[in-house]
């Protein structure tokens, strides 16, 4: 299938789950998150904030642990850029200041927090809206992962997390798409076939 067959099948997918289904299989992804991953070993994990309208998988349950348990891994989120298609990096402080973009996405407010460098982080977890068995990942479309995944460490772990299986392949990569090294779902975690 095409990202865009992909993107229409499962925007409608995610739409029909009930707010209970996306807390309970959320908290199942956390679950395997960290029984999969050596957290403690990592300097520093990168996460989305979840699109609560979209029913994005709701990271919070992978922040909040990291937060009480693993003291030593910071954790960093991003702000976007609207008119470049970058992201910013900053360091997640509890009761830090959060604002809600023009595309009503939960980010930081810049004035009150600390900047991030891409290259001092281990692992990142990446949203998307479906996924194939090679680690190919569909987003929204506006590539703001791609770029970047691409200034991180050229080991840095890529993990998607998605409510849905995969499917067998997505047909229009791009040479600028990055893979995926895994993705959690709330049943498993998959590690990406070689392509």
């Given at each position: 299938?095409?990202?865009?067959?992909?993107?229409?099948?499962?925007?409608?997918r995610?739409?029909?789950?009930?707010?209970?289904?996306?807390?309970?299989?959320?908290q199942?992804?956390?679950?395997?998150?960290?029984?999969?991953?050596?957290?403690?070993?990592?300097?520093?994990?990168?996460?989305?904030?979840p699109?609560?309208?979209?029913?994005?998988?709701?990271?919070?349950?992978?922040?909040?642990?990291?937060?009480?348990?693993?003291?030593?891994?910071?954790?960093?989120?991003s702000?976007?850029?609207?008119?470049?298609?970058?992201?910013?990096?900053?360091?997640?402080?509890p009761?830090?200041?959060?604002?809600?973009?023009?595309?009503?996405?939960?980010?930081?407010?810049?004035?009150?927090?600390?900047?991030?460098a891409?290259?001092?982080?281990?692992?990142?977890?990446?949203?998307?809206?479906?996924?194939?068995?090679?680690?190919?990942?569909?987003?929204?479309?506006?590539?703001?992962?791609?770029?970047?995944?691409?200034?991180?460490?050229?080991?840095?772990?890529?993990v998607?997390?998605s409510?849905?299986?995969?499917?067998?392949?997505?047909?229009?990569?791009?040479?600028?798409?990055?893979?995926?090294?895994?993705?959690?779902?709330?049943?498993?975690?998959w590690?990406?076939?070689?392509?």
């Open positions: 299938m095409t990202k865009q067959e992909l993107r229409n099948h499962f925007i409608q995610r739409k029909a789950l009930t707010t209970t289904e996306v807390a309970a299989q959320s199942a992804i956390a679950r395997l998150f960290f029984s999969f991953f050596s957290v403690e070993n990592l300097k520093a994990i990168h996460t989305y904030l699109i609560r309208r979209q029913n994005e998988v709701d990271t919070f349950p992978i922040i909040y642990t990291l937060q009480e348990k693993f003291l030593k891994t910071h954790v960093v989120i702000r976007s850029l609207t008119d470049t298609f970058e992201m910013e990096h900053y360091q997640w402080i009761d830090m200041t959060l604002t809600i973009n023009s595309w009503g996405i939960l980010e930081p407010n810049p004035v009150h927090s600390l900047q991030y891409v290259q001092n982080i281990d692992l990142v977890i990446v949203p998307l809206l479906a996924f194939d068995k090679y680690g190919n990942r569909v987003g929204y479309g506006k590539g703001f992962y791609d770029r970047f995944l691409s200034k991180c460490r050229s080991n840095v772990i890529k998607g997390v409510f849905f299986e995969p499917a067998d392949r997505i047909t229009d990569i791009n040479p600028l798409d990055i893979r995926l090294d895994y993705c959690i779902t709330p049943t498993r975690v590690k990406m076939l070689p392509s």
